[in-house]
Nanobody, 111 residues
């Protein structure tokens, strides 16, 4: 089955950290660029970060210096380490690649 499954979302206080995971199946994971995208109610999808098949990374300005995207091709997994979280980071975070979307994982940053 071709799919992406995210996990790791939670509720944290401002300044806290979370590590999101996305596990892929059904396609040649190592050949694809992988991205994280987030969405909040009333707003369109917002690209967060991408890691290419060769490991190059790119970030939206709000994510630079706070978020780190990485991948483990042996595990068919991509990760998003999020530090110094702010209430504005509250969203559903989705993994995206190869025309696929996961089901999303909720991140809530609140005191």
């Amino acid at each position: 089955e071709v799919r992406l499954v995210e996990s790791g979302g939670d509720m944290v206080q401002p300044g806290g950290s979370l590590r999101l995971s996305c596990v892929a199946s059904g396609f040649t994971f190592s050949s694809y660029d992988m991205s994280w995208v987030r969405q909040t109610p009333g707003k369109g999808p917002e690209w967060v970060a991408t890691i290419t098949s060769i490991g190059s990374t790119d970030y939206r300005p709000f994510a630079k210096g706070r978020f780190t995207i990485s991948r483990d091709d042996a595990k068919n997994a991509v990760y998003l380490q999020m530090d110094s979280l702010e209430p504005e980071d509250t969203a559903v975070y989705y993994c995206h690649a190869a025309g696929l979307w996961g089901q999303g994982t909720q991140v809530t940053v609140s005191s």
